[in-house]
């Protein structure tokens, strides 16, 4: 049991590394797009999806697919993240107390 605790946290470990790396590489190309254009917002457009439809894109619509596309993979590395997270800790919470048993 313990043997197969400690390869789930591993693999939860890895799908997170590799996540990582794979959203990186999607968004760092959405977002070169949008310096190279210009297309400027910050944080709590990110979250606020009726301030962004409020304030930026009508500011830029040429970039609009752009835009939600950054903003769509953002939201879904930190929630694939806090998920992955939260599963590494309940494994390791429950890896800690089978070894003290």
């Given at each position: 049991?313990?043997?197969?605790?400690?390869?789930?946290?591993?693999?939860?470990?890895?799908?997170?590394?590799f996540?990582?790396?794979?959203f990186?590489?999607?968004?760092?190309?959405?977002?070169?797009r949008?310096?190279?254009?210009?297309?400027?917002?910050?944080a709590?457009?990110?979250?606020?999806?009726?301030?962004?439809?409020?304030?930026?894109?009508?500011?830029?619509?040429?970039?609009?697919?752009?835009?939600?596309?950054?903003v769509?993979h953002?939201?879904?590395?930190?929630?694939?993240?806090?998920?992955?997270?939260?599963?590494?800790?309940?494994?390791?919470?429950?890896?800690?107390?089978?070894?003290?048993?």
């Open positions: 049991m313990y043997i197969l605790l400690i390869s789930i946290v591993i693999g939860i470990f890895l799908a997170m590394l996540l990582n790396v794979y990186r590489m999607k968004v760092f190309k959405v977002y070169g949008l310096v190279r254009a210009e297309v400027e917002f910050d709590s457009h990110l979250f606020n999806t009726e301030k962004m439809a409020t304030e930026i894109l009508p500011k830029y619509p040429a970039h609009q697919a752009d835009i939600l596309t950054f769509r953002i939201r879904y590395s930190i929630r694939m993240a806090s998920i992955l997270t939260g599963l590494i800790t309940l494994f390791g919470g429950i890896l800690m107390w089978y070894r003290h048993e």
